[in-house]
């Protein structure tokens, strides 16, 4: 088992060539690193939080906010079906959570209930022929259409990681590196932006729901009636922009910021002043082309959050699927709102629960404090294996020293995250390698002490300590694991660098002592081995 076999050389030389090749960027200045080759990697350790200090943020989804806009829809789809089946009605509104609505025509009621409930409401995942509402009868030829709670419950859950995926796109605009970005509860977000210095900017990018709306101007609406906050059915009243306090839209959208395929913060040819240019889908392109064609002369308004950004007068059809939004903007808002419909909206707004900032100078503490205890605990392992085992001790602290370099090199390669936990585990780590050398040795001892000659100790040493060695490491590995997959972010960390270090642990412990054992043993050819 201890045979010197060119595999072995070949490995243990690659990987050793390895560690030093990825580890040694994060040993030079960044002035040096940029003027390497091109072949010689250039990344460093990616730094969590707590190490290179950023913005931690967490949210809660608005449920709240996201019924009331799930009811204005259904608000929104009853109209337009009892419309389109020609049935009179009045009184259509949310009373107490629910959607009411009075059939004028006692002898449509039942052919209104009928309608809506094929029209109206999506299919319920999970529930063969279910449906997300329930439509009833009530009283004095009124019907009424609920969501069942099971539907709602489905809603707020899709909420909460359609949120995530866009918050990720979102902050991956930003250029900011691993962000740590996952739900906490039912309905938190919790955000760690390391290196992200400026929360306040984080926040307004990440928070802000954008939804992005083109919808028509009601110019059939009272202006007085609009001045004391009433609007015309199938219209709402919307906060307006530089040119008007407010202004009455149709509710119902011609398109809207999911049918985008672009969106980028430019300038205005003429005006040479900061606008957002944008592309529709092919659907979204032909539903603006169909909207721009029927109501040439019209205004029709670009809403982002319940707010009119701009409301320019359509002066032709514009079949051509782009255009570009004018408004109040300055360079760094128009890229800022590119972004934002890039991404995509928010399913439902976002409340800001917790907010703070690490600074660089905390994170600079904690690395120094890191390096400091892992370098007291690696000279502690190393003077106490040297002392125990002499020879065969320094040995296992090259080993020790190759196992450090594989798991910097690996980290640096894949650019994982290395948090303060992390370094407590890449201490773990060590003192786990050098307890596989510890009974390895200890078992040779033995073996020699039996009366087995040199080369017997040393082949049934190795051999039986590597089964001790393989199980303590899958138990090992199996809790790395566990909280890898379960785990919050510091606790990943650490679990990360001990998941790497098991299997460098036991090549660096077992392949590279042998080798060095065996190169020992061939050049040597002792008659009695030194720790025994």
Not at 116 to 135: C, H, I, K, S, T
Not at 420 to 427: D, T
Not at 490 to 510: D, E, H, K, M, N
């Amino acid at each position: 088992m201890i045979n010197v076999t060119r595999w072995k050389v070949i490995v243990v030389v690659l990987a050793t060539l390895f560690g030093i090749f990825f580890t040694l960027p994060n040993l030079l200045p960044a002035s040096v690193r940029d003027a390497l080759p091109a072949f010689v990697p250039h990344k460093t350790l990616a730094l969590g939080l707590d190490l290179q200090g950023g913005s931690y943020l967490l949210y809660e989804v608005d449920t709240a906010a996201l019924r009331n806009e799930k009811l204005t829809g259904l608000t929104e789809d009853a109209r337009t079906t009892l419309t389109k089946a020609q049935i009179p009605f009045t009184g259509l509104s949310v009373v107490s959570g629910e959607v009411n609505v009075r059939i004028s025509d006692p002898n449509q009621v039942a052919a209104a209930a009928a309608a809506l409930r094929q029209e109206v409401g999506a299919p319920l995942a999970g529930a063969a022929g279910g449906r997300e509402v329930a439509v009833s009868l009530m009283a004095d030829q009124r019907v009424r259409i609920a969501f069942v709670g099971q539907a709602f419950e489905s809603q707020a859950t899709k909420a909460v990681t359609q949120s995530i995926e866009v918050i990720r796109r979102r902050i991956d605009e930003l250029g900011t590196k691993e962000p740590d970005i996952r739900q906490q509860g039912s309905g938190r977000i919790m955000i760690s932006a390391p290196g992200e210095s400026d929360p306040a900017k984080l926040r307004d990018l990440v928070g802000k729901t954008a939804k992005l709306t083109f919808q028509m101007v009601d110019v059939n609406a009272d202006p007085i009636e609009a001045q004391q906050g009433r609007a015309p059915p199938g219209s709402m009243i919307v906060p307006g922009d530089d040119r008007a306090p407010y202004y009455v839209v149709k509710r119902r959208p011609v398109v809207t910021g999911e049918m985008l395929t672009d969106a980028q913060g430019t300038f205005d040819n003429q005006t040479a002043r900061p606008v957002v240019s944008f592309r529709f889908n092919a659907i979204g392109a032909k539903k603006f082309g169909e909207a721009t064609t029927e109501n040439i002369g019209k205004p029709f308004a670009i809403i982002l959050d319940n707010k009119v950004i701009s409301a320019p007068t359509i002066n032709g059809a514009i079949t051509g699927g782009s255009g570009i939004i004018t408004g109040n903007f300055t360079t760094e808002s128009a890229n800022n709102l590119a972004i934002l419909l890039r991404a995509g909206a928010l399913p439902a707004p976002l409340k800001v629960q917790e907010q703070r900032t690490v600074g660089a100078e905390l994170g600079a503490d904690s690395i120094r404090a890191g390096a400091i205890s892992l370098m007291i605990g690696a000279a502690a392992i190393i003077v106490f294996i040297v002392l125990a085992y002499g020879l065969f001790g320094i040995f296992a602290a090259f080993a020790l020293i190759v196992n450090v370099l594989l798991i910097l090199g690996i980290m640096s390669m894949t650019q994982a995250t290395l948090t303060f936990p992390g370094i407590a585990g890449l201490i773990l780590t060590l003192a786990v390698a050098v307890d596989a050398n510890v009974l390895i040795y200890e078992r040779i001892r033995d073996e020699a002490h039996a009366g087995r000659p040199p080369i017997m100790a040393l082949e049934h040493g190795f051999s039986r300590a590597l089964v001790s060695i393989i199980d303590a490491n899958i138990t090992s590995l199996i809790s790395a694991i566990i909280m890898f997959l379960f785990g919050a972010g510091p606790i990943r960390g650490f679990a990360w660098t001990l998941l790497i270090g098991v299997f460098t642990s036991v090549f660096t412990a077992v392949v590279i002592t042998q080798l060095l054992i065996g190169w020992w043993f061939q050049a040597t050819k002792p008659k009695k081995l030194p720790i025994e």
